[in-house]
């Protein structure tokens, strides 16, 4: 077993093999894994994709593509309505970066997204992981793509532990780096495989390690028998009376009704207004909603 820091060998060409060969057999049929996938719609489902399930995704994406299929599509719709095809995918911030980025994309690259990892990560919202899974998924680039399931599995099959790391440390980023296969083809089979190994086999609380490709000798946590993780003592808070739920649920209110009074949004929580009105104000620093004399109502 290897502990944070210690150099790790890369994950072997058998075990890479045996990845890339089970997910040609069970990975899912998305839409935008089609051959057909254009970079935009690709660059929307990674973003929609940040901390949210592939079920609540899918239909959300398949409206956004038939009403914008194209950057230009989403740079020129009203805010209001962009708010309102998010629906409840969480974090709406996100929804407005995503028209940013169309904008951009419009303005800087002529309607096209771009290819490298340096010009993805200069657009609004798009961060180290999606450029590199842009880069890969939609050009065929070599990238080293690592999200929450990739390390995981490097975690277990790479470094023998039970959990990745608190936060991506350089370990963590020294093994994806070295594991990613040099071709330029493979490397993007690799990252597609290792990632859905990990969202469907590979999971947090319940792996499935009789279906696993690794079991056989490709995964260090498993040959150790499986060790337990070190207990993680960090206290969560309860979503349940924070200001993030009171958030949504103001949103979720403009989102129907497209405006919003005091009394309505002060019926959300009688019993702490002030925690209304502090919500509702920091919607409006966001961008996620404006004042209009007495009123609230998305921009």
């Keep these: 077993m290897s502990g944070a820091g210690a150099p790790v060998p890369p994950i072997d060409e058998a075990a890479v093999d045996a990845v890339i ?15 057909d996938a254009t970079a935009w719609s690709i660059l929307v489902s990674e973003v929609m994709l940040q901390q949210t399930p592939v079920a609540r995704v899918l239909p959300r994406w398949q409206e956004w593509m038939e009403r914008w299929p194209e950057p ?6 009203p805010t209001s309505e962009v708010l309102r095809q998010w629906d409840r995918l969480g974090y709406p ?5 995503l028209q940013e980025c169309a904008r951009a994309i419009v303005r800087e690259h002529g309607g096209e997204v771009p290819r490298t990892e340096e010009a993805l990560r200069s657009l609004p919202g798009i961060g180290e992981y999606t450029a590199a899974a842009v880069s890969a998924f939609a050009h065929h680039q070599r990238a080293v793509v690592v999200d929450t399931n990739i390390r995981r599995v490097l975690a277990r099959a ?32 690799w990252n597609q495989a290792v990632m859905e190994l990990g969202a469907l086999v590979c999971t947090a609380r319940a792996p499935r390690c009789e279906r696993c490709p ?19 003592t960090r206290r969560r808070q309860s979503f349940a009376g924070t200001d993030r739920q ?8 403009l989102r129907d009704h497209g405006v919003a009074d005091q009394e309505q949004l002060l019926a959300l929580d009688r019993a702490d207004a002030e925690r209304v009105r502090r919500c509702a104000h920091s919607l409006v620093t966001d961008g996620l909603a404006v004042r209009e004399d007495a009123l609230l109502r998305l921009p």
């Design 93 to 97: 911030r996100r929804a407005l970066r």
């Design 21 to 35: 060969a089970w997910f040609a057999e069970a990975g899912r049929d998305l839409p935008w894994r089609h051959r």
């Design 72 to 77: 230009a599509d989403l740079a020129d719709a």
């Design 246 to 253: 009171m958030r949504g649920q103001i949103m979720a209110l």
């Design 214 to 232: 690794l079991a056989g000798g490709g995964c260090a946590w498993f040959a150790a028998g499986r060790p337990a993780a070190a207990e993680d």
């Design 158 to 189: 790479g470094r023998g532990l039970a959990a990745p790391d608190r936060s991506y440390s350089a370990a963590e980023r020294a093994l994806a780096a070295r594991s990613l296969p040099l071709e330029r083809e493979r490397s993007v089979a």
